[in-house]
């Protein structure tokens, strides 16, 4: 019988929440594959943990500032480098790995976002030619990123998902008090023109978003809630935003207009998978837009007047806010949903493994 292929996986931001996912507190899609991973019999599978590599705080720091700084840090490399002399394949989720040009036999498929804001000469620069050079392949979140990390190596195009479990579509479970829109987000947000935009609209805005976003003077129909400094799901657990979710007029999702940029793919397909209209700053980076694929309205960049007009028409039509709903949620369903990513995640790396 031949030996199983071993399989390690890193993913630093899902350590001490596993079993958040198991109880339904956290939602499926941060597993990034990772449960088809494990149903697979054709590997074993090992979850590499940084827990254990212990550095002096200082020396960390200065390590991950010299060495280290646009990877995901210097436990988690040292923790792979320790992996590649056992793993057959090592699947990051984290991102490209500064350390991979050392790993002897073991192949490397890391997850890409969007190319680097440009490409360095250090050496220990996960993005240094030689280093991503060394991967077997990329995992990429838009056909940019694919077209982009195809002059290092292979690289293919895999849209993310969303858990269709905890994000079900379903009414609210409490009563509706009062009709609002919603927007959540950290990264890449363009939250002033979205308040300018929606201070006129006879309806509430509520806004969970970093404190240092928030204007010093919020409109009456504002409400701001402070992201923690680590992930949104520090300042509203996940059940609450899914409820929000559920009460919510449509989501809106403001973004800085970097058309490089993957920000708001998440908050997207929630919103999607709960049935809500998607008003969206438009991306030019995602290979799904709200308003060409009829889940919602895409606005240009920087339009106050464009937010207003999108927030009034969802108010006044709500049968087209229903429809745009729908409709969202069968996309989600069709082509989103966490079985169906983990299944190419999967065939990806068979055909790699074997190799």
Request: glycine residues 6%; proline residues 5%.
């Amino acid at each position: 019988m031949p030996k199983l292929k071993k399989l390690s996986v890193i993913h630093p931001y899902l350590e001490g929440r596993r079993h958040d996912v198991e109880k339904k507190l956290y939602p499926k899609q941060h597993l990034w594959g990772l449960e088809s991973i494990e149903r697979e019999k054709c590997w074993s599978t090992n979850f590499i943990s940084t827990e254990n590599i212990k550095l002096p705080c200082l020396l960390e720091r200065i390590l991950n500032k010299l060495f280290f700084r646009h990877s995901p840090g210097v436990r988690v490399e040292i923790a792979c480098l320790h992996a590649s002399k056992s793993a057959d394949l090592i699947y990051s989720v984290c991102g490209p790995l500064s350390l991979s040009r050392f790993y002897k036999k073991t192949k490397l498929v890391s997850w890409v976002f969007r190319k680097p804001e440009r490409f360095t000469n250090h050496l220990f620069d996960p993005y240094h030619s030689k280093n991503l050079e060394a991967h077997t392949a990329f995992l990429c979140l838009t056909p940019n990123a694919q077209k982009n990390f195809s002059k290092h190596t292979f690289s293919k195009f895999i849209p993310w998902c969303v858990d269709l479990e905890m994000f079900d579509g379903k009414a609210s479970t409490i009563e509706k008090k009062s009709s609002f829109f919603l927007a959540t987000g950290k990264t890449g947000r363009d939250y002033e023109t979205l308040i300018n935009g929606a201070k006129t609209v006879s309806a509430e805005l509520r806004i969970i978003g970093p404190k240092e976003q928030c204007p010093k003077s919020i409109p009456d129909n504002i409400k701001w809630i402070n992201t923690s400094d680590n992930h949104p799901d520090q300042a509203i657990d996940y059940p609450t935003l899914r409820e929000w979710y559920a009460q919510c007029i449509a989501t809106c999702i403001p973004l800085s207009g970097n058309a490089e940029d993957t920000c708001g793919y998440t908050n997207m397909l929630e919103g999607m998978a709960m049935a809500k209209p998607i008003l969206m700053t438009r991306s030019g980076c995602l290979h799904i837009d709200p308003g060409n694929h009829g889940f919602g309205i895409s606005i240009e960049p920087a339009s106050t007047n464009g937010w207003t007009n999108a927030m009034t028409q969802i108010l006044n039509h709500s049968e087209q806010a229903n429809a745009l709903g729908k409709k969202g949620r069968e996309i989600a369903i069709k082509e989103f949903s966490v079985d169906n990513f983990g299944r190419k995640v999967v065939n990806l790396i068979k055909e790699i493994i074997d190799e």
